[in-house]
């Protein structure tokens, strides 16, 4: 399994500290631009901070996307502006203490480095290689790979009991409306306020108990009571259809996930490959499960510190190229059909593991 991560928070930030040390030790001998038509916003001690620099800590912070413009007579370009200065000034004011001569620091700001240069190696390698052609080959072989089924939109009376579900059916029967009787009575809170309808769901992922009893159902039946996990279920089938596939454009987020994983892999394997690695570990030292230390700090919440800062790093945007759709998604194991882009939405490539559950 690969332990690379994209779009690192704080990665961004701890460069910009490394580059602050580095840049405390000079004046600022010259006013040439880094971009074309880049304006200088600020000087702290003689160094120049200029627009791109704030535009760079906004995308950083996430309140931006990577290349994204930043107006600079908006609160959000002064707020990073000043929290540029601040971190100018803390770099400085660690130099003074001697902090940049650390061991330690020395060698975690290489790190650092290492891994920004990292991103960017990929970034530069991967981005080329996947385009639309890519993507709609990829989708074409899942459609080949993929079994369809069959979808029935179906309506539900949750309740507690045998008796009441037994009750409501001899109502229905006697010709009380299915939607108003889902509404007064449902205990299914998802779908008690829109009549018990359920929507479309695929045969192959529904609960096996609504599989069964809709199994010849005709659009019109009523059927039922039948016991699921969350109480006694009465049915209505209202339609039955092929199943719907999902469209290029709905799976084109999660197909380029795959992509990009698969680009990572290869691009990794081949640096291994072609460098000599000497593992000084046996494999057999290191532990099937990935269990925190006792000692990992924890968030007010008592989940792991670590978990915490990774999920925030997963979710937001860094000075990664990778286009914007795929900041909030980490790179998925290789899987042999395509995972869902959205578990909840419809039926993808991948039956949705969640779909039924709590009825």
Request: proline residues 6%; aromatic residues 4%.
């Amino acid at each position: 399994m690969i332990g690379f991560r994209l779009n690192r928070l704080a990665l961004p930030l701890a460069l910009a500290a490394l580059l602050g040390l580095a840049a405390c030790n000079k004046t600022q001998t010259s006013e040439r631009p880094p971009e074309p038509g880049d304006v200088a916003v600020a000087r702290v001690d003689g160094q120049t901070i200029w627009a791109s620099d704030v535009r760079n800590e906004a995308a950083s912070e996430g309140q931006i996307g990577p290349g994204e413009p930043l107006d600079m007579t908006s609160g959000l370009f002064e707020r990073s502006l000043n929290d540029l200065i601040d971190q100018r000034l803390l770099a400085k004011a660690a130099r003074d203490h001697g902090i940049d001569k650390s061991l330690t620091v020395q060698r975690q700001l290489a790190a650092m480095q290492d891994r920004f240069l990292g991103d960017q190696f990929i970034n530069n390698n991967i981005n080329a290689k996947i385009d639309d052609n890519a993507v709609k080959a990829q989708y074409d072989d899942q459609v080949k790979l993929s079994k369809q089924s069959e979808e029935i939109r179906t309506r539900l009376i949750l309740l507690k009991t045998k008796d009441d579900a037994d009750a409501a059916m001899k109502a229905l029967q006697g010709g009380a409306l299915f939607e108003a009787m889902a509404m007064e009575r449902s205990i299914d809170k998802a779908t008690r306020f829109s009549g018990g309808d359920m929507g479309y769901i695929s045969t192959d992922i529904m609960p096996q108990a609504y599989a069964t009893v809709l199994a010849t159902a005709k659009a019109g039946d009523t059927v039922g009571p039948v016991q699921t996990d969350g109480g006694w279920a009465v049915l209505r089938v209202e339609d039955r259809r092929p199943e719907q596939m999902p469209t290029l454009d709905e799976e084109r987020p999660v197909i380029m996930r795959y992509l990009v994983y698969n680009q990572v892999a290869g691009l990794l394997k081949n640096l291994r490959d072609s460098a000599q690695v000497d593992m000084l570990i046996p494999k057999s030292a290191f532990k099937d499960d990935e269990q925190e230390p006792a000692s990992a700090p924890q968030t007010a919440d008592g989940t792991d510190a670590a978990d915490a800062v990774s999920d925030d790093e997963d979710d937001s945007a860094s000075s990664a190229s990778l286009p914007a759709k795929l900041k909030a998604a980490p790179a998925p194991k290789p899987p042999e059909l395509l995972p869902a882009a959205d578990p909840t939405a419809g039926h993808h490539f991948f039956a949705p593991a969640s779909a039924g559950k709590g009825h």
